[in-house]
T-cell receptor, first 114, second 114 residues
Framework: DAKTTQPPSMDCAEGRAANLPCNHSTISGNEYVYWYRQIHSQGPQYIIHGLKNNETNEMASLIITEDRKSSTLILPHATLRDTAVYYCIVRVTSHNNAGNMLTFGGGTRLMVKP | NAGVTQTPKFRVLKTGQSMTLLCAQDMNHEYMYWYRQDPGMGLRLIHYSVGEGTTAKGEVPDGYNVSRLKKQNFLLGLESAAPSQTSVYFC?????????????FGNGTRLTVT
C-alpha cells in the first residue's frame, strides 16, 4: 500500500488560495489519490479524487505531478469554514474484497485566518 | 436525501454493558464500513460489509460484532464494553468497491466507557 506524507499544519489567509501538498512516492499505477477533510466534530467529507489528470470540482482542484509521486489540493478562495484537517489518501484494494478500504494518516490541520 | 445517519450521537456506558450502534444509508450503497477514531491514530477500520447479509473483519475487530440484515442498515455491537472502546465511531458507505467510488461518512457516535 502506498503511504502518504503531509505537513502536520498550515495557515492560510481568508480569501487566498490554500495549497495543501501530499507526497505519495510509492503509489502504483492503478491507485487513485483521494482527499477528504474533517471539520471539528463531524465525519470525514469527500472532496475530490484523481488518477493521473488534474481534476476540478465545485470544492477544489487536484493537481497530480506527471510522475504521480505527489499532489496538491487547491482551495481557490479559502473561507473560515474551510478550517479543518485535510487527509490525502491513496486508495487501495485489499486481498479480501474490501475494495474501498481507506487508510487515514495524520492529515494536515489547515487554519484559515481572517 | 439524508445520506448516512448514525444513532445515537452520544452514549456513556459502564464497563461490561452492551449496546448497539445503528448506521442507516439511503443511497442504495452496497458497501458499508465501521471506523473508530482516536486522538493521534487517524481512522481505523473495525468491520465492513460488501452487501446485504455479509460482514468481514477490518483492522481492529476485537470486541465488536456487526450485522447487515438489510441493505440500508449496518449495526455495530459491543457485547461487553471496555474503557479501551471509548472512541468516536464513524459509519461509511460506498456505491461499489471500485477504486473510483468515494466513501460517504456519517457524523459519528461519541462513546465513553467508564
Amino acid at each position: 500500500d502506498a503511504k502518504t506524507t503531509q505537513p502536520p499544519s498550515m495557515d492560510c489567509a481568508e480569501g487566498r488560495a490554500a495549497n495543501l501538498p501530499c507526497n505519495h512516492s510509492t503509489i502504483s499505477g492503478n491507485e487513485y489519490v483521494y482527499w477528504y477533510r474533517q471539520i471539528h466534530s463531524q465525519g470525514p467529507q469527500y472532496i475530490i479524487h484523481g488518477l493521473k489528470n488534474n481534476e476540478t470540482n465545485e470544492m477544489a482542484s487536484l493537481i497530480i505531478t506527471e510522475d504521480r509521486k505527489s499532489s496538491t489540493l487547491i482551495l481557490p478562495h479559502a473561507t473560515l469554514r474551510d478550517t479543518a484537517v485535510y487527509y490525502c489518501i491513496v486508495r487501495v484494494t485489499s486481498h479480501n474484497n474490501a475494495g474501498n478500504m481507506l487508510t487515514f494518516g495524520g492529515g494536515t490541520r489547515l487554519m484559515v485566518k481572517p | 436525501n439524508a445520506g448516512v445517519t448514525q444513532t445515537p450521537k452520544f452514549r456513556v456506558l459502564k464497563t461490561g454493558q452492551s449496546m448497539t450502534l445503528l448506521c442507516a444509508q439511503d443511497m442504495n450503497h452496497e458497501y458499508m464500513y465501521w471506523y473508530r477514531q482516536d486522538p493521534g491514530m487517524g481512522l481505523r477500520l473495525i468491520h465492513y460489509s460488501v452487501g446485504e447479509g455479509t460482514t468481514a473483519k477490518g483492522e481492529v475487530p476485537d470486541g465488536y460484532n456487526v450485522s447487515r440484515l438489510k441493505k440500508q442498515n449496518f449495526l455495530l455491537g459491543l457485547e461487553s464494553a471496555a474503557p479501551s472502546q471509548t472512541s468516536v465511531y464513524f459509519c461509511a458507505s460506498s456505491y461499489s468497491k471500485l477504486l473510483n467510488s468515494p466513501l460517504h461518512f456519517g457524523n459519528g457516535t461519541r462513546l465513553t466507557v467508564t
